[in-house]
């Protein structure tokens, strides 16, 4: 599987495009008017404690206020106490955290929509083979590492390599790209995640409240840190100084990698290559096409995604099962990319076509899995429910690509659909019967939209007349062009 990373680096924003085989996969954006915020540690200060919710808001200086929920606190029930079976203990959140106390905390969720971000008093800071975690003595592994050798030789050389700096107190998480790397180069990262650690201590000493005192990487940069793999082809950069700053990360840190990143200085935009526009703009469609003629259709919504499968203009060689199961394995495979590529988190219900055979039913949940082991988020999945839905989730730390490229339409508030003309021009009769009650008036002026006037003259003429007989007043109509199709006022003369 051939792999590259495609960078686009302008004065007002960031985007990085991961392709395989010539597809885009996955794509992330940061503006430099709205950065994203996960990840980067706050000294902040509580500023209301809420026992109903057993959750606090804090001031980090943003916008809105942050929220740390109990369990989220050092001292609360962390994830690694939950036991399955065993009911989760979190402590009273007033015998946490206080109001007015001064708090060093962590983003771990950027502000989506209403929502402020999310918060942990457990701090972790992040190279490119390890997790530092301070105060923390616990050694993991990414289950991503899945031979027992390697895992083994990996824990056994941090606990030693720990062993040695009993002065500093912390745990860590050896990362997915520590499996190719050398144990000099584990040993480095352990030096240098020290000395950062230390750094931040300092400022959270000095620091006022609320300010920021640790921020994460550049996205040119934590693109190299996190997503470059030994798969990767290359790294093209657009940018002549981002690119001498990749390359003096990669010296440093990731050497093996200095010959794979190139600047791209071409005539011809870098998202151009692999088509990568055509297939951001695709992916702000509600309507996937697959290759067979089915199609998907994705709805994101405040409380989850649903996507539903249709067989479409496919109509197999066969017979309906097996028409049916093609076109369900090859929206597996579809859907499992439109979640990378759309950014897509929080609860996702699959709505697949109802499949009689058992196996087929397997088969096509165990494509979906296997599709999604590529996935950078943490994803749970389930089994095919009585209903025939698959549900899953799918870790949300920041925005979706539609919701930082889009906003809610202004004419129809976000619903996705208009009122009818028809619909209007009761509205406008219902509202001249209200107005007539109320008020004296010789006459009336309605001022509506083109097709709305239209049909008020031609379709609804009679009802008019009859209107304008029992009110016993004229109505007259004048179209306004910048208004919606919705709009309309009615004016007494």
Do not use: W
Request: aromatic share 6%; hydrophobic share 40%; glycine share 6%.
């Amino acid at each position: 599987m051939s792999e590259e990373i495609l960078i686009n680096v302008t004065p007002v924003e960031t985007r990085v495009a991961l392709v395989e085989n010539g597809m885009l996969q996955e794509a992330y954006i940061e503006r430099t008017s709205r950065k994203g915020i996960v990840g980067n540690i706050y000294k902040g200060k509580v500023v209301r404690v809420l026992p109903g919710m057993e959750a606090a808001f804090v001031d980090i200086g943003l916008e809105r206020a942050a929220f740390i929920h109990a369990s989220d606190v050092v001292g609360g029930q962390s994830p690694a106490e939950d036991v399955p079976g065993t009911p989760k203990t979190v402590p009273d959140i007033r015998s946490l955290l206080r109001e007015g106390q001064s708090l060093v905390v962590q983003v771990t969720k950027d502000p989506i929509g209403t929502k402020g971000a999310r918060l942990t008093t457990q701090l972790s800071i992040p190279s490119r083979y390890l997790v530092f975690m301070p105060g923390v003595s616990h050694i993991g592994i990414s289950q991503r590492i899945e031979d027992d050798a390697q895992r083994a030789r990996l824990k056994a050389l941090i606990e030693e390599a720990a062993a040695e700096h009993e002065d500093i107190e912390g745990g860590y998480i050896v990362r997915t790209a520590a499996e190719a790397a050398t144990d000099e180069e584990l040993i480095a990262d352990m030096v240098y995640l020290h000395r950062l650690s230390q750094s931040v201590e300092e400022r959270i000493a000095k620091a006022p409240t609320p300010s920021a005192v640790y921020e994460d990487l550049p996205l040119f940069i934590r693109t190299i840190r996190d997503l470059i793999r030994p798969q990767t082809e290359k790294v093209r950069i657009d940018s002549r100084e981002s690119h001498q700053r990749v390359m003096e990360f990669v010296r440093e840190f990731v050497t093996e990698f200095s010959d794979r990143v190139e600047y791209y200085p071409g005539e011809r935009p870098i998202f151009d290559l692999y088509s990568v526009e055509d297939e951001i703009q695709k992916a702000l469609s509600r309507k996937v096409q697959l290759k067979s003629g089915g199609y998907v259709i994705i709805d994101q919504t405040e409380a989850m995604t649903t996507i539903d499968i249709n067989t479409g203009a496919f109509v197999g060689h066969r017979n309906l099962e097996e028409t049916i199961f093609k076109t369900n394995l090859e929206a597996a495979r579809a859907i499992s990319r439109q979640l990378r590529l759309r950014n897509l988190g929080g609860i996702i219900i699959i709505d697949f076509i109802d499949m009689e055979d058992p196996e087929h039913q397997r088969q096509v949940h165990r494509m979906l899995e296997k599709m999604l082991e590529r996935d950078h988020a943490k994803t749970k999945i389930t089994g095919v429910s009585e209903l025939g839905l698959v549900e899953m989730t799918r870790k949300r730390t920041t925005e979706s690509l539609g919701q930082i490229l889009c906003e809610p339409c202004p004419i129809c508030d976000g619903r996705g659909f208009l009122k009818t003309a028809e619909t209007v021009c009761y509205e406008i009769f219902r509202e001249i019967m209200r107005v007539n009650r109320v008020y004296e008036a010789e006459s009336y002026l309605v001022m509506a939209s083109q097709k709305v006037v239209d049909r008020l003259l031609d379709e609804e003429s009679d009802n008019v007349a009859d209107l304008e007989t029992f009110i016993s007043k004229a109505i007259r109509f004048q179209v306004e062009p910048f208004y919606s199709q919705e709009q309309y006022d009615v004016v007494l003369l």
